[in-house]
């Protein structure tokens, strides 16, 4: 009994002492990883189990799993979180009950880890903008903010201030303040560092304006009205149209057109009197919005309905109406085309003759003692606050005869027929009779008169044939306004008395110029020319000049040199020539050498020059000859050309180029040489 018993002692001290070991002592983890530990039990272990650092026992789940053998037991840690983190043990139990463990410790981490960091991150232009940068660790990270390769300091930034969630406030943030943002974070211990780019975009709330605000249109003449209006934000605004609380689509009365620069418009076509009101224009963007009215006030264009021509007697009274409608009520005012004077309501002329009253769309023009200067267009004009109308009539005035001419005493003679002319200006046109003695000349006349009749002038022809024939004759034009008579006288016509004050000028070996004063008396028949009568004193034979036209100027030409002359004037009219002017003498001049020669100089061709002659007084005998010398300004010999006096130029070559030439030319008649006439001249250089 008792070797059995010790027997059995000997067996149990034999077997092995129940030990566990796991594989890892310390870990360290970052958040999100996996890590697996092994257990391992020595001796004979009936139970193996894992507990976790709160004491409860690790059941199999998502993120830990376990694979436990008989002496070996396998924990797996999926995606690791910071409440993980702990002391876990491993607990070995034997048949006997007996109890080891061991345990490892877990240390989790939180590695350096943006968060959902949007870009970009937008903001509404003024606020204060909070840019979100939600990064974590374990331990806190430190954040440096970046903007434009710059950290953002209080001291060099007064508007941005990094906040103690790390976010970065902007003060009253601006347009200006866009771009690209840096949020940097690391952690000192691990050298760990990482960062994130986030574009801040700031929004700016739609400003809209209108170019006009209100605007007038007429009903139903097919008008259109076009509002405008401009819009600026960021992002560009949607603009669009309401009217009535409702939103306008394109169609055939609306018309919008969306432009480059924000603008758009609004066209209403075909306006009807139902179109008028407000029109609101709205811009939208993701700051705001915005809205502007616009007013179309619709009116009936002014419209003139009653306007006619008139026709007054010279002296009486004009009355003209017009009347006009429209919405509103149109003011009326007058016009006359004439001198574009105008009139309106209550207005009246400095003479008092023009008067206009007014009321309920009529005005009345009324022209007391109307005169033919009042003759001519009136328009009347209708004007309302939305246009206007005009539409033009005619004055028509009709008066008595007006005689024309004041040309009533003729002159002709026996056998000469004469027209004597009654113009007259009339309406309604006259009708002319003709009388003398009180007796009327009829329209075919008789056997030295005839009637030549044409509108508003009837001609009489004449032709004296005695005495008798000479004297009055009655001009009768007659109208159903009035009746007016001119007279007019026939007398015998006479040749001229005789020229004076004969004066002669600009004697000359070969000219004189003579004058003289017209006739005192032209015989009652215009003077047809003058006739200068000139010979040599002491011949009989006289020489016959005619005056151009009625000139009192003639030049007498041919005459010889040295010689003494007589003149005398006479004058010629219709009836034939007057008596003869006193005789006056004058003596030519003799002969003698030319005067100098005038010159004007032309650069010719290559190396010559032109040198124009104009010729002067040639002293009573024709030029014979041009002499002309030339020299350069450095030489002393002379060049000598001769021209013959019928030239006008005389060409100098061959020259030489870049030179100065000095040049003497004079005039040779059989008399003698004139003066010398110096000139020069410079040659350019060679081209």
């Given at each position: 009994?008792?070797?059995?018993r010790y027997?059995?002692?000997?067996?149990?001290?034999?077997?092995?002492a129940?030990?566990v070991?796991?594989?890892?002592?310390?870990?360290?983890l970052s958040?999100?990883?996996?890590?697996?530990?092994?257990?391992?039990?020595?001796g004979?272990?009936?139970?193996?189990?894992?507990?976790?650092?709160?004491?409860?026992r690790?059941?199999?789940?998502?993120?830990?799993?376990?694979?436990t053998?008989?002496?070996?037991?396998?924990?797996?840690?999926?995606?690791?979180?910071?409440?993980?983190?702990?002391?876990?043990?491993?607990?070995a139990?034997?048949?006997?009950?007996?109890?080891?463990?061991?345990?490892?410790?877990?240390?989790?981490?939180?590695r350096?880890?943006f968060?959902d960091?949007?870009?970009?991150?937008?903001?509404?232009?003024?606020?204060?903008a909070?840019?979100?940068c939600?990064?974590?660790?374990?331990?806190?990270?430190?954040?440096?903010?970046?903007?434009?390769?710059?950290?953002i300091?209080e001291e060099?930034?007064?508007?941005?201030?990094?906040?103690?969630n790390?976010?970065?406030q902007?003060?009253?943030?601006?347009?200006?303040?866009?771009?690209?943002?840096r949020?940097?974070a690391?952690?000192?211990?691990?050298?760990?560092?990482d960062?994130?780019?986030?574009?801040?975009?700031?929004?700016?709330?739609?400003v809209?304006s209108?170019?006009?605000?209100?605007?007038?249109?007429?009903?139903?003449?097919q008008?259109?009205?076009?509002?405008?209006?401009?819009t600026s934000?960021?992002?560009?605004?949607?603009?669009?149209?309401h009217?009535?609380?409702q939103?306008l689509?394109?169609?055939?009365?609306y018309?919008?057109?969306?432009?480059?620069g924000?603008?758009s418009?609004l066209?209403?076509?075909?306006?009807?009197?139902?179109?008028g009101?407000?029109?609101?224009c709205?811009a939208?963007?993701?700051?705001?919005?915005?809205?502007?009215?616009?007013?179309?006030?619709?009116f009936v264009q002014?419209?003139?309905?009653?306007?006619?021509?008139?026709?007054?007697?010279?002296?009486?009274?004009?009355m003209?109406?017009?009347?006009?409608?429209?919405?509103?009520?149109?003011?009326i005012?007058?016009?006359?085309a004439?001198?574009?004077q105008?009139?309106?309501?209550?207005?009246?002329?400095?003479?008092g003759?023009f008067?206009?009253?007014g009321?309920?769309?009529?005005?009345?023009?009324?022209i007391?003692?109307?005169?033919?200067?009042?003759?001519?267009?009136?328009?009347?004009?209708?004007?309302?606050?939305i246009?206007?109308?005009?539409?033009?009539?005619?004055l028509?005035?009709?008066y008595t005869?007006?005689f024309?001419?004041n040309?009533?005493i003729?002159?002709?003679?026996?056998?000469?027929?004469v027209?004597?002319?009654?113009?007259?200006?009339?309406?309604?046109?006259?009708?002319?009779?003709?009388?003398r003695?009180?007796?009327?000349?009829?329209?075919?006349?008789?056997?030295?008169t005839?009637?030549?009749?044409?509108s508003?002038?009837?001609?009489?022809?004449?032709?004296?044939?005695s005495?008798?024939?000479?004297?009055?004759?009655?001009c009768?034009?007659?109208?159903?306004?009035?009746?007016?008579y001119?007279e007019?006288i026939?007398?015998?016509a006479?040749?001229p008395?005789?020229?004076y004050?004969v004066?002669?000028?600009?004697?000359?070996?070969?000219?004189?110029?003579v004058?003289?004063?017209?006739?005192?008396?032209?015989?009652g028949?215009?003077?047809?020319?003058?006739?200068?009568?000139?010979?040599?004193?002491?011949?009989q034979?006289?020489r016959?000049?005619?005056?151009?036209?009625?000139?009192?100027t003639?030049?007498?030409?041919g005459?010889?040199?040295n010689?003494?002359y007589e003149?005398?004037?006479a004058?010629?009219?219709?009836?034939?020539?007057?008596?003869?002017?006193?005789?006056?003498?004058f003596?030519?001049?003799?002969?003698?050498?030319p005067?100098?020669?005038?010159?004007?100089?032309?650069r010719?061709?290559g190396?010559?020059y032109?040198?124009?002659?104009?010729?002067?007084?040639?002293?009573g005998?024709?030029?014979?000859?041009?002499?002309?010398?030339?020299?350069?300004?450095?030489?002393?010999?002379?060049?000598t050309?001769?021209?013959?006096?019928?030239?006008?130029?005389?060409?100098?070559?061959?020259?030489?180029?870049?030179?100065?030439?000095?040049v003497e030319?004079?005039?040779?008649?059989?008399?003698?040489?004139?003066e010398?006439?110096?000139?020069?001249?410079?040659?350019?250089?060679?081209?």
């Amino acid at each position: 009994m008792i070797q059995e018993r010790y027997g059995s002692l000997l067996f149990l001290s034999l077997k092995t002492a129940l030990q566990v070991s796991i594989s890892l002592n310390k870990v360290e983890l970052s958040v999100g990883e996996s890590k697996f530990f092994i257990c391992t039990a020595i001796g004979e272990p009936v139970r193996l189990e894992w507990y976790n650092p709160q004491g409860e026992r690790i059941l199999p789940s998502k993120r830990m799993a376990l694979h436990t053998e008989t002496s070996r037991s396998r924990l797996i840690i999926y995606n690791a979180i910071i409440e993980d983190a702990g002391i876990y043990r491993c607990q070995a139990v034997d048949g006997v009950g007996h109890t080891v463990e061991a345990s490892v410790v877990l240390e989790i981490y939180q590695r350096l880890t943006f968060r959902d960091v949007q870009s970009p991150q937008e903001f509404r232009h003024g606020e204060t903008a909070e840019v979100v940068c939600d990064v974590i660790s374990s331990p806190v990270p430190v954040v440096v903010w970046y903007y434009q390769d710059k950290e953002i300091t209080e001291e060099h930034h007064s508007r941005l201030q990094v906040l103690p969630n790390n976010n970065l406030q902007i003060h009253q943030v601006t347009k200006a303040d866009e771009g690209v943002y840096r949020c940097e974070a690391s952690v000192e211990a691990r050298g760990e560092i990482d960062f994130v780019d986030i574009a801040v975009v700031v929004n700016v709330p739609p400003v809209l304006s209108v170019f006009q605000q209100s605007f007038n249109a007429t009903a139903d003449y097919q008008e259109s009205v076009t509002f405008t209006c401009m819009t600026s934000g960021s992002p560009d605004p949607q603009v669009s149209w309401h009217r009535k609380g409702q939103q306008l689509e394109p169609s055939e009365q609306y018309i919008i057109i969306r432009l480059d620069g924000g603008r758009s418009m609004l066209t209403v076509r075909n306006i009807r009197q139902a179109d008028g009101g407000s029109y609101t224009c709205k811009a939208t963007n993701k700051a705001g919005s915005q809205e502007r009215e616009v007013f179309l006030k619709v009116f009936v264009q002014p419209h003139i309905t009653q306007l006619k021509n008139v026709t007054a007697v010279e002296g009486s009274a004009a009355m003209i109406s017009c009347v006009a409608e429209g919405e509103p009520l149109p003011d009326i005012s007058w016009r006359r085309a004439g001198d574009g004077q105008t009139f309106v309501d209550g207005d009246k002329s400095r003479d008092g003759r023009f008067e206009v009253r007014g009321r309920h769309g009529k005005s009345v023009l009324t022209i007391s003692g109307v005169k033919l200067l009042d003759l001519g267009r009136f328009d009347c004009e209708a004007l309302s606050r939305i246009g206007g109308h005009q539409k033009s009539m005619f004055l028509d005035i009709e008066y008595t005869p007006k005689f024309l001419n004041n040309h009533t005493i003729h002159y002709s003679w026996e056998g000469n027929p004469v027209n004597i002319s009654c113009d007259v200006m009339s309406n309604p046109p006259a009708t002319m009779l003709w009388r003398r003695e009180r007796l009327t000349i009829s329209a075919e006349g008789t056997a030295n008169t005839r009637v030549h009749s044409a509108s508003g002038k009837s001609v009489l022809e004449v032709t004296p044939m005695s005495d008798r024939d000479f004297g009055r004759y009655n001009c009768t034009a007659r109208n159903n306004i009035g009746v007016r008579y001119q007279e007019f006288i026939l007398a015998q016509a006479d040749v001229p008395s005789n020229p004076y004050s004969v004066r002669l000028s600009a004697v000359s070996q070969r000219l004189v110029t003579v004058t003289f004063m017209k006739p005192d008396s032209h015989g009652g028949v215009p003077i047809s020319y003058y006739l200068v009568q000139y010979k040599e004193a002491g011949s009989q034979e006289w020489r016959d000049v005619r005056s151009h036209s009625i000139q009192t100027t003639v030049v007498l030409t041919g005459l010889e040199p040295n010689t003494t002359y007589e003149v005398r004037v006479a004058a010629v009219n219709g009836k034939g020539q007057g008596e003869f002017s006193h005789k006056e003498n004058f003596q030519t001049i003799p002969i003698r050498e030319p005067s100098p020669p005038a010159v004007h100089g032309q650069r010719g061709m290559g190396k010559a020059y032109r040198l124009g002659l104009v010729k002067q007084d040639d002293g009573g005998m024709p030029i014979v000859e041009y002499i002309v010398k030339y020299k350069t300004d450095k030489e002393e010999q002379w060049m000598t050309k001769l021209v013959p006096g019928a030239n006008d130029f005389a060409m100098l070559q061959p020259l030489q180029w870049n030179t100065r030439y000095e040049v003497e030319i004079t005039a040779r008649n059989v008399k003698g040489l004139s003066e010398p006439t110096f000139y020069q001249f410079f040659m350019p250089q060679k081209p």
